[in-house]
């Protein structure tokens, strides 16, 4: 990740900010605070993004079953939202090589006119498959934009208002979560699934008005300097080829569940298993200490938190017979706590916890996916999910608004778009790896049989549901485990 340029690294963006004549604010300890003159029209700029973003998560979660019924893929339920973390893969590495060398404007801007695209590809598809391509170029978009903004935070803000930003993108989830729901099954039940997604187009103007002004001048205010005209690395963005590609021959291979399915896997694996060692920071895959294990975490965390979260709704519509509204709406308390557990970690106390949090919060992570479980026995009310969620979120926004303090934490400033984007490589190879196991194991225990009728409801098998629960609640059991390798190793003593 070191280049032969790096500063020194303990040269942090924000001393850069604070050295500089030009800078955003003079001394630290003077910094106003996130919604203070210098940073109030970044902060809503790069907010009102993150809006977006977690308006389309949360309205395509409910959309999704109806969609894959009435396309008549329930078989590629998996591939929908494994096809977005894979190409959004790639997307990442190209964005962190692209911030680093031209600055974080381009690949923001033009990931947010990709992800619209593939918003009205996925809208006016008429099959399956075309839908997961829509979805596939949805991720290359979101792919770009998320490290973009993770660069912007970076450059822009000084390191105490770093975990006050993260907890603002965690805070822009609660809205979406309290009114996607609702909104997209409303849309779903009364206009059609297809709208919810040629809808939402129509918001990315004013996020793009509202933040360009500011994220030019704070670019020129940043004091970090790209290399001018420096090309791409080409070797990572072959990884993250090969990674993606490896990635997609596996979902294949998964899907087939057959002999020939051999094929596409041995060629996924071998493609995979390499590109990933050679993307992520040494020692990630084997949790050596320090930044390895904070971006090894990211990645648990996230895909046994969503691969889990996937299939909530299609559980709940098609064992509970809820309509797709109340089934997404019962993971609004989600997004409600993982708003407060992101406010707790920012709080001035808790950086001095940092490790802990993380742990805390994979811990409440588990216990929040066997609790969805539950929901699986007759006896029990189908509110036990929104309960469980609410425990997850909470745990999740501690967890991961605390990896991303520490990965910025732990990189110099010119590493922070490789850094950045090696985090979200870890969340999306994650999220692709644990969300097309529940595919497979969905797949392969007669999940797939489920079938709807026009009232959403229908009759499947409970045991896929069940082993998916377990599977990631052991997951985010064994990332606990880990967690304490956050802290870095102590420096040798010189005998000298």
Request: proline share 6%.
């Amino acid at each position: 990740m070191t280049t032969a340029s790096s500063p020194s690294a303990d040269q942090r963006p924000d001393d850069l900010l604070a050295g500089s004549g030009s800078g955003l604010g003079g001394a630290a300890e003077d910094l106003p605070g996130v919604m203070g003159g210098p940073y109030r029209a970044l902060t809503l700029g790069i907010v009102s993004v993150v809006l977006l973003i977690a308006f389309e998560a949360t309205a395509v979660n409910t959309a999704m079953p109806v969609a894959a019924e009435r396309l008549h893929g329930l078989g590629l339920y998996a591939f929908a939202f494994s096809g977005f973390f894979t190409t959004s893969l790639f997307a990442m590495v190209v964005s962190g090589e692209w911030c680093d060398r031209r600055g974080p404007l381009a690949p923001l801007f033009t990931g947010i006119a990709v992800f619209g695209g593939g918003l009205l590809v996925a809208g006016t598809a008429v099959n399956m498959w075309l839908f997961v391509a829509g979805r596939a170029i949805q991720g290359l978009g979101a792919g770009l934009v998320i490290v973009a903004l993770y660069v912007v935070v970076g450059r822009a803000f000084p390191e105490r208002l770093r975990p006050s930003v993260f907890a603002a993108f965690s805070a822009s989830w609660v809205v979406p979560s309290i009114i996607g729901p609702a909104v997209s099954g409303t849309v779903t039940e009364h206009l059609g699934w297809r709208w919810v997604f040629l809808s939402i187009p129509a918001l990315i103007l004013l996020p793009v008005a509202v933040m360009a002004p500011a994220l030019r001048r704070a670019e020129r205010q940043s004091g970090v300097t790209p290399f001018p005209g420096g090309s791409l690395d080409g070797r990572r963005i072959r990884l993250a080829l090969a990674v993606s590609a490896g990635a997609g021959l596996l979902q294949y291979a998964g899907q087939r569940l057959d002999l020939i399915a051999l094929l596409p896997a041995a060629a996924g694996a071998a493609l995979l298993g390499p590109a990933v060692a050679g993307l992520l920071p040494r020692g990630t895959l084997r949790g050596a200490r320090g930044l390895p294990t904070v971006i090894l975490l990211r990645g648990v965390a996230a895909g046994a938190f969503f691969a889990a979260e996937a299939f909530i709704p299609l559980m709940l519509v098609t064992q509970r017979h809820l309509s797709p509204t109340l089934a997404g709406l019962s993971l609004a308390s989600g997004g409600l706590s993982w708003a407060l557990g992101s406010w707790v970690q920012g709080r001035p106390w808790a950086g001095r916890h940092r490790h802990a949090l993380i742990r805390i919060g994979l811990l409440l992570t588990a216990a929040a996916i066997a609790g969805a479980a539950l929901a699986l026995v007759p006896a029990m009310p189908a509110a036990v999910v929104a309960c469980a969620w609410a425990l997850g979120g909470a745990g999740m926004g501690m967890a991961v608004a605390s990896i991303s303090v520490l990965m910025m934490s732990l990189s110099a400033p010119d590493e922070a778009g490789a850094n950045s984007a090696s985090l979200q490589v870890s969340d999306a190879l994650g999220n692709i790896l644990l969300v097309g196991l529940a595919g497979v194991l969905f797949s392969g225990l007669g999940g797939a049989a489920v079938a709807h009728g026009s009232g959403g409801t229908g009759t499947g098998s409970t045991g896929g549901f069940a082993v998916i629960f377990m599977v990631m609640t052991g997951v985010a059991l064994l990332g606990a485990a880990v967690s304490g390798r956050v802290r870095p190793a102590a420096p040798a003593l010189d005998p000298h």
